[in-house]
């Protein structure tokens, strides 16, 4: 498949059975479980196919590997999104670990301050004030 899969099955009309009649739309709405399950049966199909017979001339379904391409690269597309969202969480996590981390070491350091130190910065800020 040469083209863009998107345009191809667009241009098709292809639709799947699962739980009624979706469109290749639909499948970014589901889950990834859901799509697996889809793939499975398209899967299955597909070994069916497979079996020849002396009187079948052709029994290939090209929207049948249309169908699992697309669902493989739905598929494909949300555990990507999935692992940046994770990886982003995880960086965002760190940066405001970090932040804490040098907050308490400024307030550590603050506390090591003796008194005439920490009137004299008391004063420079009421000044700005």
Do not use: C, P
Not at 43 to 70: C, F, I, N, W, Y
Not at 73 to 83: G, Q
């Amino acid at each position: 498949m040469d083209r863009n899969i998107f345009e191809v099955a667009t241009r098709q009309k292809v639709r799947f059975d699962f739980r009624g009649s979706l469109s290749v739309e639909d499948l970014w709405d589901l889950t990834l479980e859901r799509l697996d399950m889809i793939y499975a049966g398209l899967s299955e199909q597909a070994k069916l196919q497979e079996v020849k017979h002396l009187m079948d001339t052709s029994r290939t379904d090209d929207g049948l590997a249309l169908r699992m391409a697309l669902v493989q690269r739905v598929f494909n597309v949300k555990v990507e999104e999935r692992n940046a969202r994770v990886t982003r969480e995880q960086t965002r996590a760190e940066y405001e670990r970090l932040l804490d981390i040098k907050a308490r070491k400024q307030d550590a350091a603050l506390e090591g301050l003796g008194e005439e130190e920490l009137d004299a910065k008391i004063a420079e800020i009421l000044e700005k004030l």
